[in-house]
């Protein structure tokens, strides 16, 4: 097996998928040798003044040498969210090019949506809805977004769905808009740990079987963490996948269990350092003179998350959170994969330590 970057320098260097610090496991965690000594959880001054940051309270805790971690609360009494039903555009997927409906539209669709609207009864809320400042995507105006009404429940939104589909308003959805990009912060609770590496151990780790699933809180009491938190996307169906293993590239101890498709950008922490980059693993076998490259590490054959390889359908191009499909793949297991291979269609080779072929099937 050879990759486009060495995976077994002196120090093992680990992997995970950059906006997934925060998202399902594999497990992050701090392990400390000696007993952990906590100091009581204090007051942290000096925050900035301007901003949604400025409004948020802090204490900070020390659970070890070389281990704060700091507790921040966010509680804004102006920010009043509400369900409400937004009106969706009908447009055309970019990936399957099938009718799909979006929150957002042309002005004239949203002016054309708003009289009608008003003529059935509901006051429309017609707002325009920029690029946020942070996405790298175009900036501007992102679209035209119509809603109606303010309701104290969901039921009682799903009532106000459920007629307006009734008057032809098809797309009506039931939404809380305090999940608006565009809605200020009402409420936050924020955990940051700050470690000094030359006092305490960043692990990443599976704990054992990469097709599992398990609880962070599980993870760390089995570890012994004194700091833990979930890291990188994961597969969370058995349709599309065995659960537990990452949805993009990650590395245990050296070890390559799941790979990308195509470069995406990647959390390395190598010596407690932690740094974003992006990264693309190759992987090829190779028998005799011949050599074939490996497609996918520990997933289902043919089932391609976040898309993003050469020939899949319904897309080549990557895309978070859509799946699409090849017709032929190599996908390889390894030791750690912990669960029976997929059965249907297809040859399975097993191999030992050396790359010796043990059985074919």
Known sequence: MQNSRNFSARRPRLFYPAAA???GLPLLSVMLSGPA?????QPTPGQPASGWIGQVQWTSQQVAPGVTVRNGVLANPAAAPHWTVTIDATTTSSITGA???????????AAATASKLTADGYP??????????????????E?????????????????AVTALQGLGFSTATAEWTGYDSDQVMDGQQIHEAIIDPREATIEVTHNGTVAQRQTTSSVAAALGALVATNAGFFITSNSFGFQGVPDGIAVYNGQLE????????ALIIDHGQPQIANLEATVTVRAGHDSYPVNGINR????????????????AQPRQDITCFESSELVLFTDQFGTATPSGTGSQVTLDSRGVVLSVG
């Open 21 to 23: 610090i925060v998202a």
């Open 37 to 41: 000594s906590a100091a009581p959880a």
């Open 99 to 109: 009718t799909a409906n979006e929150e957002v539209g042309a002005p004239a669709w």
């Open 124 to 141: 429309p809320q017609v707002t325009n809805v920029d690029w946020p400042g942070y996405a790298d995507a175009p900036h501007g105006l």
């Open 143 to 159: 679209g035209v977004r119509v809603r109606t009404g303010s309701y104290p429940t969901q039921a009682a939104a799903q009532a």
């Open 258 to 265: 799941s790979m990308n498709n195509g470069p995406r950008a």
């Open 300 to 315: 289902i054959p043919g089932i391609v998350q976040d898309c993003g390889r050469p020939g899949a359908t319904p897309t």
